[in-house]
């Protein structure tokens, strides 16, 4: 067997090798498939990673994680929506460990309906039971439930064991205006408000990178881990995933694949990176001067997110600054939405911060706190689509927000009941006053205005390579791509739709079974 290689940097022009498998993309699900699969002495693994090696700076100390949005740890995109006709910042993690390395580190399931409606959608075999094994799989939550929970996972996640009396004061307010209440809100199986876990362990951000890719993982001879080395397209040869080209901008070595090759790049990596490999709508393709391989009309569709807003307070007394992520209690509930289909299941989360500018579009003031909330079940869709052949050229991103009108009438909702959680009398020994959008607006159009105008992305991307069987597709249930064998997806883009939650615990899972099914026989 051939001596252990890590390679962290960009590895020598022209260099070829072989391996059993290739996972392109470092991120949250590569670091999970890259460990996995090389469970296996007798299988070579590569993995390649775009960015770094390890997280940009600063990233270990939770509070600062506002700070990394833009950095070295970051792909910087800024998109355009032309809904909105609003220039949105898009976060995506670049690094070994993706956007683990840069989030909030809030880590929620979300419902089990969502995964259900996965199901009900043409995902047959992805409901939230079937995925429960793979999310207990990734995680150790020693405070939970054993029998939903996970005990021996490599992701340990727990509450924050000294929360912020503010945070605190919210969790009481939202029981005083009748809320429902949460034993354990990242299980999956309630509605309600509690502590949230996070993936902070002794004070310090824990990454997919840590969980996975740990120094025992790293000394197996038969893995190789590339950094700093685009993935440019994947190899396709008579139908079949021989490999993957990649290097400086793209290009300048192959790897081939005698197995499998998983694209594990993100919602928006991995659907850039089967169109360059002239995977996807053929009009697209021959528009910018890629050569059509397979005509698949559902690659970089269906692109899906949440959009956030928060009502923001500047408090009466200091709030203290606190060790954590900002982001300790929060919760997801039904409402009805006037004018709309009575709500199937849990469609508003809220994410309550100790820090008035811990929500991106809400420019609170430094003393005080936001009350953040967000569309769980969204409508609108969008788009990724290149702008050239050039593996280095930024993909286009059209995300879509509020192209459906559901959308803005359900943040609405949203914003009038952080509102009456913020005017609780639980609140009165901090609040001084709203400070965004403020009492001066409170008309429904003014309301509407303020969000269309302070909205960001959630980055919860998801949606682009999606689980069926039908022609806009991408994989099928095993997640292989459709039309070309040797090649799978594993990673948020093949979600139908995003999770009523954060999306870091799904993609875990996502990755897990994704290395059940490339290494289990199939039945």
Not at 185 to 205: A, K, M, Y
Not at 388 to 412: H, K, N, Q
Request: hydrophobic share 40%; with cysteine.
């Amino acid at each position: 067997m051939r001596q252990a290689i890590l390679v962290m940097g960009q590895a020598g022009h022209g260099h070829e090798t072989e391996y059993e498998y290739v996972v392109a993309g470092g991120g949250t699900a590569g670091c999970v498939l890259a460990a996995r699969l090389s469970e296996n002495p007798g299988a070579r693994v590569l993995l390649v990673e775009a960015g770094s090696g390890g997280p940009p700076e600063g990233a270990r100390t939770p509070q600062v994680w506002p700070t990394l949005l833009g950095g070295s740890g970051d792909w910087g995109d800024s998109v355009i929506d032309e809904t909105t006709k609003r220039s949105i910042v898009f976060p995506r993690g670049k690094g070994l460990g993706g956007s683990t390395d840069i989030n909030v580190m809030v880590f929620i399931r979300g419902h089990r309906s969502g995964y259900d409606a996965w199901a009900d959608a043409g995902a047959e075999g992805w409901g939230f039971d079937d995925l429960l094994p793979f999310f207990k799989r990734s995680e150790t939550a020693p405070d939970r439930d054993s029998a939903v929970r996970g005990t021996a996972g490599p992701v340990t996640v727990r509450t924050i064991a000294s929360p912020n009396p503010v945070t605190a004061a919210l969790l009481d307010a939202t029981r005083e205006v009748g809320l429902p209440q949460a034993a354990d809100p990242s299980s999956g199986l309630e509605e309600g408000f509690g502590w949230h876990d996070v993936t902070i362990r002794d004070g310090r951000r824990v990454t997919a990178a840590d969980a996975y890719l740990t120094p025992a993982v790293r000394a197996r001879r038969n893995l190789t881990v590339v950094t700093d080395a685009l993935v440019g397209r994947v190899l396709v040869e008579d139908g079949r995933c021989t490999g993957i080209e990649y290097g400086a901008g793209g290009r300048g070595n192959t790897a081939r694949c005698t197995r499998e090759t998983v694209l594990t790049a993100g919602t928006i990596g991995s659907a850039q990176l089967l169109l360059l490999s002239g995977i996807g709508p053929e009009s697209h393709l021959r528009s910018v001067g890629v050569r059509p391989v397979l005509d698949l009309p559902g690659v970089g569709g269906n692109l899906c997110d949440h959009t956030l807003s928060g009502v923001a307070y500047e408090a009466a007394q200091p709030v203290p600054a606190g060790v954590s992520n900002h982001a300790e209690m929060g919760g997801v509930i039904t409402a009805p939405i006037p004018g709309h289909a009575e709500q199937e299941r849990p469609n508003i989360q809220f994410m309550i911060a100790s820090h008035g500018r811990c929500i991106p579009p809400v420019a609170g003031p430094q003393n005080g706190y936001t009350i953040g909330f967000a569309l769980m079940t969204p409508k609108s869709r969008g788009t990724v689509r290149l702008a050239d052949p050039e593996p280095d050229s930024p993909p286009v991103i059209e995300p879509g927000y509020f192209s459906d009108p559901y959308d803005l009438d359900g943040m609405l909702v949203a914003l009038r009941i952080a509102q009456r959680i913020g005017a609780a009398r639980a609140m009165d020994p901090w609040r001084l006053r709203e400070a965004d959008p403020g009492p001066e607006l409170t008309t429904d159009s003014e309301l509407r205005s303020y969000i269309i105008d302070d909205y960001a992305s959630y980055w919860h991307y998801a949606g682009t390579a999606r689980i069926g069987t039908d022609a806009m597709s991408v994989v099928d249930p095993r997640l292989r791509v459709h039309g070309i064998t040797g090649l799978r997806v594993a990673d948020a883009s093949v979600m139908p739709s995003v999770p009523a939650a954060n999306t870091m615990p799904a993609v875990y899972a996502i990755a897990e079974r994704a290395a059940s099914l490339i290494t289990a026989p199939e039945a």
